[in-house]
Nanobody, 118 residues
């Protein structure tokens, strides 16, 4: 079991920055995939940025060069630094963790709202 708690969302003007945090209830060292998705109203949930097997990072094209994912294994926390935010970044941001063992289990946080005003 992995419980994920996000924080750091809020309202910001276009061009501004926010940093999201995702604290896990256990060590993230062995979590196979961990990172961030988002879902805007009326749209499907989409990948933002994830760590794959601890070190490889995958970013959505729409956030490359603006968002940076990072991790602190000692704090069991993953971060998403979001710079130069745009109104189209407005969404609920979800932290996710995928654990692959005998089965594959996906865990999700409750989500944190990010609203970017123009």
């Amino acid at each position: 079991q992995v419980q994920l708690v996000e924080s750091g969302g809020g309202l910001v003007q276009a061009g501004g920055s926010l940093r999201l945090s995702c604290a896990a209830s256990r060590s993230i060292f062995s979590i196979n995939v961990m990172g961030w998705y988002r879902q805007a109203p009326g749209k499907e949930r989409e990948l933002v940025a994830v760590f794959i097997s601890g070190s490889r990072v995958n970013y959505a094209d729409s956030v490359k060069g603006r968002f940076t994912i990072s991790r602190d294994n000692a704090k069991n926390t993953v971060y998403l630094q979001m710079n130069n935010l745009k109104p189209e970044d407005t969404a609920v941001y979800y932290c996710t963790a995928k654990v692959i063992a005998h089965t594959t289990v996906d865990y999700w946080g409750q989500g944190t709202q990010v609203t970017v005003s123009s």
